[in-house]
């Protein structure tokens, strides 16, 4: 899944992890603790990759998301 994840700079849909044999309930905890951030309704990315995103203006963004 995270070759798939990198290739879409960090963004994955539920059915990538439900591919790879997560449960929705462990998506639900992925997301309340953090590690992931739900952009919309089913639509994702790590909040790794979140924090190491470019902002508009091309500087990389250093603080990290809550």
Not at 9 to 36: H, K, Q, Y
Not at 48 to 62: C, I, Q
Request: net charge positive.
């Amino acid at each position: 899944m995270r070759a798939v994840v990198q290739a879409r700079s960090g963004l994955f849909g539920t059915a990538d992890p439900t591919a790879a044999g997560v449960t929705e309930r462990e998506i639900r905890s992925a997301v309340r603790s953090g590690t992931w951030v739900r952009l919309r309704p089913g639509l994702f990315v790590t909040a790794a990759d979140l924090a190491e995103t470019k902002r508009p203006d091309g500087v990389m963004n250093s603080t990290p998301w809550p």
